[in-house]
């Protein structure tokens, strides 16, 4: 039984570029989840997917921000023109049903 | 107000004690709560999950559910130094989105 994959484990970017993450959840999963992570913080629900549907989406949620998951199966992030203050983990997490959610490695995300 | 709070710590307890983690929250709404541990520089890792009022134990642990006072816990029995880390507690609403308070430091001393 793989786990939660998330892809690249560390990305270091200039501020005004444009970055994706990707996501690969456990295989028989339906539902998939970002959150976003800081320092000394919980992690910050962003949005989740069951099977390819966006259901729910964070009002704090920039719309520099967008994710995908178009065959139900893995799932990319995009942040469009980054920020200072998009420096965090990126993590992103799976269900089945009403099952607890399992967590990715993560992808922590740098802006110099 | 956060939605789910706790007592960042650091909380330090001797090796073989009981550590007890609080958390409360207020969206009554919620269903389903779970307590995830993690370690530095790691991914939330889950521990235990409880749906309904009263206990639920397993192995060290025991989670604690009191919906009427909004009151989640959790005890680690025989306390031991790899238990140290960060503790998390998470309450899962209605929509299904989940709702994270910043942790508690737990220090297990041996």
């Known amino acids: 039984d793989t786990g939660v994959s998330q892809d690249p484990r560390h990305k270091i970017t200039k501020r005004g570029q444009n970055v994706t993450f990707r996501c690969d959840p456990i295989s028989e999963h339906n539902r998939l989840y970002w959150y976003r992570q800081t320092l000394g913080q919980g992690p910050e629900f962003l949005t989740y997917?069951?099977?390819?549907?966006?259901?729910?989406k964070s009002r704090l949620l920039s719309d520099r921000f967008s994710a995908e998951r178009p065959k139900g199966s893995f799932s990319t992030l995009e942040i469009q023109r980054t920020e200072q203050g998009d420096s965090a983990m990126y993590l992103c997490?799976?269900?089945?049903?009403?099952?607890?959610?399992?967590f990715g490695d993560g992808t922590r995300l740098s802006i110099l | 107000q956060k939605e789910v709070e706790q007592n960042s710590g650091p909380l330090s307890v001797p090796e073989g004690a009981i550590a007890s983690l609080n958390c409360t929250y207020s969206?009554?709404?919620?269903?389903?709560f779970f307590w995830y541990r993690q370690y530095s520089g790691k991914s939330p890792e889950l521990i235990m999950f409880i749906y309904s009022n009263g206990d639920k134990e397993d192995g060290r642990f025991t989670a604690q559910l009191n919906k009427a006072s909004q009151y989640v816990s959790l005890l680690i029995r025989d306390s031991q130094p790899s238990d140290s880390a960060t503790y998390l507690c998470?309450?899962?609403?209605?929509?299904?989105?989940?709702?994270f308070g910043a942790g508690t430091r737990l220090t297990v001393k041996p």
């Open positions: 997917f069951q099977n390819e549907a966006q259901l729910e």
């Open positions: 997490a799976s269900s089945s049903g009403e099952q607890p959610q399992h």
């Open positions: 998470a309450a899962r609403r209605i929509n299904n989105d989940m709702r």
């Open positions: 969206d009554r709404g919620s269903q389903s």
